[in-house]
């Protein structure tokens, strides 16, 4: 009689790249015999990454796998359900220990499901339960931390790993803004006070000031053309948005406005700002034209929406309210319709940026393992919000993502 056995079997799911090993308990995942005679199979252990982790599209993973039995011929790596890999058995006959090894290059953004399969020279297969891998867009993301100390500038690829300080200091520096020539603006907090615009050259690390006003210089941001900056002052008084040259030069006020203008945002053809404004109390979002300076009211909801964000084709644009309770991502159409949540994290969700290709949308949630702001982590969802991907896991503040496309 063929005696059915349920047992665990092993394979170890690492990345070619060390970026990608990740500090995680293991994950024991148990498999279902169907009809396998005399089949025994070792314990899977995916340890590295654990399911729900992130990759970055164009690595590859290496998937280790231990199976002993009689009559293996083959072994299957299946990625949400498709083969991707198969390996003939070193030995079909008799018992057979076998250490298999295979590959996955990731290329499709998104979650995705792995198993192992192995079939016997009977055709019986036995396969194991899923591993979830998601796999983001290629690319790189400049951000604000706290996990120095005082927040300062990190940029780090979306697929995870080690992020790399590019400024430092005891003075705060916040809110990036990269160009795809590799100069990063940042807002560097003066000692006593104020803040100015700074700009450091991603490839040599040379740094300059851009602005010294006596007020509050913030939230610089790149025309999309890299031939423009747009910041907020509070120079002359309540803050408004302005326009500098590249170098600081030729700085001019675009509204003018008896409320406070902030969070300012192009255009993809560079004709038009999205900023959050203060109207009767509330924060509202509007447009203004960089021509002539016409303001046009975006939304109108008892809610506080914010930080506005246009799509790089300029159909939509995301923001933050807080119109059904805690502050979520929304999305609506350019003219201001069409508004739609798209996120429902359980402590909320703000400041989205858009991805290069208009398929993604970053944002900071509060789940992190901190207090307060320090519970701030990034993540990516797709402008649906499903795909939801997790960036960064830790007890600091991460926060005021941005696309960083120079790859130096």
Not at 375 to 393: H, N
Request: hydrophobic letters at 35%.
């Amino acid at each position: 009689m063929t005696e059915r056995v349920s047992v665990p079997e092993k394979a170890v799911l690492l990345p070619l790249s060390m970026a990608l090993v990740l500090a995680c308990g293991a994950l024991i995942l148990f498999l279902a015999v169907y009809g396998l005679s005399d089949l025994r199979v070792d314990e899977i252990r995916m340890a590295s990454p654990s399911s729900g982790s992130i990759v970055m599209a164009g690595e590859t993973l290496v998937v280790h796998a231990a199976a002993t039995g009689k009559g293996l011929v083959r072994s299957e790596l299946l990625v949400d359900g498709v083969v991707v890999d198969s390996l003939p058995s070193p030995r079909v006959a008799g018992l057979t220990d076998w250490s298999i090894t295979h590959s996955w290059v990731a290329q499709l953004p998104g979650q995705h499901r792995i198993t192992i399969r192995v079939r016997d020279l009977a055709g019986s297969a036995l396969e194991s339960r899923s591993l979830v891998v998601a796999v983001a867009p290629p690319g790189r993301i400049a951000f604000a931390s706290n996990r120095s100390g005082t927040h300062q500038i990190y940029v780090m690829p979306t697929g995870g790993g080690e992020p790399n300080g590019i400024t430092s200091g005891p003075e705060e520096k916040r809110q990036p803004s990269c160009s795809d020539a590799g100069a990063l603006l940042y807002t560097a907090g003066r000692s006593g006070g104020g803040a100015d615009i700074g700009l450091v050259e991603l490839e040599t690390g040379q740094s300059m000031d851009l602005t010294a006003s006596l007020g509050r210089d913030f939230s610089p941001r790149w025309a999309p053309d890299g031939e423009s900056i747009g910041f907020v002052s509070d120079r002359y008084g309540l803050s408004q948005l302005f326009i500098m040259d590249p170098d600081g030069g030729g700085q001019f006020q675009l509204t003018r406005g008896d409320s406070p203008a902030e969070q300012p945002g192009w255009s993809p053809d560079g004709s038009f700002m999205v900023f959050a404004s203060q109207s009767e109390d509330n924060w509202e979002i509007f447009r203004v034209s960089v021509r002539d300076g016409d303001v046009f009211r975006l939304t109108e909801d008892p809610g506080l929406d914010s930080y506005p964000a246009w799509s790089p084709d300029g159909d939509l644009i995301a923001f933050t309210s807080d119109r059904e309770g805690n502050q979520q991502v929304y999305v609506m159409k350019a003219d201001g319709s069409e508004q739609r949540r798209i996120t429902s994290f359980p402590s909320g969700a703000e400041q989205p940026q858009w991805s290069p290709d208009g398929e993604w949308i970053m944002c900071v949630a509060y789940t992190g393992r901190g207090g307060g702001l320090d519970a701030r982590e990034i993540y990516l969802v797709r402008q649906d919000g499903s795909d939801q991907m997790r960036l960064t896991d830790n007890a600091y503040d991460d926060t005021e993502p941005v696309w960083c496309e120079y790859d130096g």
